[in-house]
């Protein structure tokens, strides 16, 4: 088989740059090691950037996602049993972000890529990655494939084969494991805040969240090794109540919880996002800790950058697109890095039992409430930076 970019991994990256790459005439292969059901009901983000919003609907998918998704114009930060709401609209010129559930951005595409008679492979197994011949072999429906391509973007997250199939020595890893995870809910009941809640409490952190005005979206700090096995539905709700707690009575309506699960806290960065005729893009390269809401769309906004190179060398015989591609990227990444690391260590309990540190918390939240430079930096990098 041939094709001029194998894709490997159809999550948002991988099939956000497959319709990239057909809209410019770009012939590419998507290869998925997961099941369809499986890859379209994984809960995961759910808050998309205007950028993702516009790339979507650009991209001819983002019909159901103007229907249901709900836009935000602002969100609340609660500390000291008080909200502050930072009005995220008007820092930054009308700007918004749009609540859509992950796993319905990767159905919209996945449909949007199979009706128009896009080549997409669910439960590949096996996948081998040459980044030098650009080669990748695979095993489907029982049959070893070669795909030859002129180059191979590795889409395929975290926990993938692209970027392992590099030599040693070439990459440089960023690393930084924080010492807690988040418990996740989804539960069927109406959100119990118009927008959402990043609360520092005593306890540690709470998140409230939403996907329709019927399913609440809820996270828990908690320790990093935590067994779910001791989080029965009762607990969870009562450690929600007495983090979200304010001192004017703020109630929290709960209701069947229809999934849970814990999600480990990470930052980590490769340097550089390539390697010969293999680009990295998304989670492959890169994790950022979920507190500033920027995997999902770093992800897309990697891709897009990778699409502009190749939509530039394949017109043009420009490489300097993809020449550049990693610096380019990485600009973004530590932007967002940053970002995310800093509403991590403000909301998050850090160490357990040093007083200092959560007045120091308090002092920052407190300044970015009433500052308006610098909730004003704050709203700017939530909503997404235009240029980095
Ligand atoms: P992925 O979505 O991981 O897609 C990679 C795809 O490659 C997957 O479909 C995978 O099955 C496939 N794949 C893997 N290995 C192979 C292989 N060998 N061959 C072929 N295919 C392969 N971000 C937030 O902003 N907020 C959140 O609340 C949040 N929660 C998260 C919870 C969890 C459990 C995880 C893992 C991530 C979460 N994220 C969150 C991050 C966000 O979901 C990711 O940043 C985003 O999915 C990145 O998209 P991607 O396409 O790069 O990678
Ligand atoms: C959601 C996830 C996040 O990581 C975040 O910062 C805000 C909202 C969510 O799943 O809705």
Redesign the pocket.
Known sequence: MRTQVGI???????LVLAHRLRRAGIDCVV????AREY?EQRV????LEQGTVDTLIDLGVGERLQREGLVHHGLELRFGGAGHRIPLSELTGGRAITLYG?QKVVEDLIAGWLAAGGDLRFE?DD?RVDPERARVEFTHDGARHTLDCDIIAG???????CRPSIPNGVLRAYERVYPFAWL?ILAEVAPSSEELVYCHSERGFALHSMRSPEISRLYLQVAPDEDIERWPDERIWKELRTRFATRDGWTLNDGPVIEK?I?PMRSFVVEPMQHERLYL????AH?VP?TG???????VADVGVLAAALERQYRDGDATGLETYSQTCLRRVWRVQHFSWWMTSMLHRLSGDDPFEPRLQHAQLEYVCRSRAAATSLAENYVGLEHV
Do not use: M, Y
């Open positions: 490997v991994g159809a999550g948002p990256a991988g290869l998925e090691d997961r890859v995961r983000a759910g808050v992950q590949v996948v889409c395929d997250g975290f926990h993938g084969v996740g699960g999600t893009a998304g989670d492959a994790i979920a809401a920027k995997g999902l769309n770093l992800a």
